[in-house]
């Protein structure tokens, strides 16, 4: 992968971490619960430390990035995308997140599948799973609300 290709992989994906910060931003200014306002406040602060780490890499040459596997409950596959509005309830707040988690994926894996140059396939798979990192923590506080504990 020459340098160019490099950096036109991490600007797009930098363009793509800004898209879901503002996502984030934007429901956690629509939403009238509060735990649900904190929570996509936080994840649009995660999007912006994500942005952050990608333009630190288009900084430098390319580099082996090591990202650890999550959990995926597949909650996105399960449950329906809601429409973004101010009464949004949590679970489907959390929903709509997730399957914006999940495209983001998605697109990541497909462009790596799609790419003959094997660095640039490792590099969309690492960002693929940046963002499954996200779903899953998503899918976790999901399945925690969704599916609480009956004592």
Not at 50 to 74: C, M, N, S, W
Request: proline share 3%; aromatic share 8%; no cysteine.
């Amino acid at each position: 992968m020459n340098s160019e290709e490099y950096r036109s992989i991490l600007s797009k994906a930098i363009d793509r971490e800004v898209e879901s910060y503002t996502f984030y931003r934007t429901v956690s200014d629509k939403v009238k619960d509060a735990n649900l306002k904190k929570l996509f406040a936080e994840l649009a602060g995660d999007e912006t430390k994500h942005r952050e780490f990608l333009q630190g890499l288009l900084a430098k040459d390319p580099k082996v990035i090591k990202i650890t596997a999550t959990k995926d409950y597949h909650v996105a596959e399960k449950v329906g995308v809601p429409k973004l509005s101010p009464d949004l309830k949590p679970l489907d707040g959390l929903a709509l997140a997730i399957n914006k988690e999940l495209e983001a994926m998605q697109m990541y894996t497909q462009l790596a599948k799609v790419n003959a140059d094997a660095e640039q396939q490792k590099l969309f798979m690492e960002l693929a799973s940046m963002e499954r990192g996200h779903k899953a923590r998503l899918e976790d506080i999901y399945t925690n609300m969704a599916f609480p504990e009956a004592w």
